[in-house]
């Protein structure tokens, strides 16, 4: 009789299999655990020689991040929204000298901000040529005002053709040395944004000449002095929340001065004559409350990224002023075209 069992039963089907060739088992078993760990991405060589990881690059980032955001200086930003309050003044008060036989204390007033814009702007941006941006700056401001006040029509297609041409002029000097010929292509936008900022500034002239331009531009210049001075004067109380933690600005200051000027802009309408109207005054004062407080916003990110940059700061008190300027300039055409559309 045979036993009902096999002997080989209880035995390792594998332990008693020929060796492979070599002396090597063959790998056809179960498979067998390893301690080896699994890779954990390619290794980045340091300064020091020594390997680097993607998430050590993480916890760099993470360190960043947690820098803390740049002070806010109080006193600053009293300073520049009181000069903010200054500039609308001197604007407003001189446009209620302009009539048609008498403008020139309002040019003139009105040449003293380009002076200043082309010159902050060019010293803090510090374009190749400087000097011939400086000059070309200065005589497109001085065309602009006299096409402004001499033209038959009171129309912004003349100052459009200064302005473009002054663009032009200033690249051309550009080119003419080799070293400045090198960053024309970088500089072209801050270039373009110096000659058209300044005749910006000559859209005033232009609307003081058209039926109620010289209430507009008390409404609309008061709104963005109002909105600038309450947006600065908030962030040295406050500066809340913050936009960006290299930016020493809050959105409550930005928001609230766009409001506060938008306010003062309905409550001065209501004392103005035909056409105006709170309704209509609020509205064209919203758009230059908002567009001054943006663009002076927009300069600070500017300041912020020159910094982050590595470049070298200009003079204090000239990178201060950059924003309340920009702010007026982009205000003035802001006030023409909303007086041709509202009024």
Known sequence: MFPSNSPET???????DPSAPGGSAPRTGPAVETDERPSRGPRRLRRGGSARRVDDEADADDEEEAEPPVEVRRQLSLAIGGFAALLGLGLVVAAQTSS??????????????Q??????????????????????????AVAADVVAVRSAEARLAP???IAVGGV??????????RVDRVRVTDSLRT?????????AFATLIVLSRIPAGTQAIAVCLTAAGVAL???????????????????PRGAAGVVGGAMVGTLISALLGGYLVTPFTPTRAAIIGLVAAVVAVLADLAVSYAEAGRLMAGEMPSVWAVRHVQGPLGGFAMAAPAAYLMCRLVL
């Open 229 to 247: 001075t309450v947006a600065r004067v908030t962030d040295a109380v406050a500066a809340w929340p913050r936009l960006a933690p290299q930016v």
């Open 159 to 161: 100052l459009l053709y």
């Open 115 to 140: 002076v200043l814009f082309v010159l902050v702007w060019t010293m803090v941006t510090r374009p190749p040529a400087l000097a011939v941006v400086l000059g070309v700056g200065a005589v497109t």
């Open 10 to 16: 209880g035995r390792d089907p594998w332990a008693e």
């Open 100 to 113: 048609p036989g008498h403008r020139l204390p309002f040019t003139l007033v009105v040449l003293a901000g």
């Open 168 to 177: 032009l002029a200033a690249v051309l000097g550009q080119l003419v040395r």
């Open 191 to 199: 270039t373009a944004t110096t000659v058209f900022g300044v005749v």
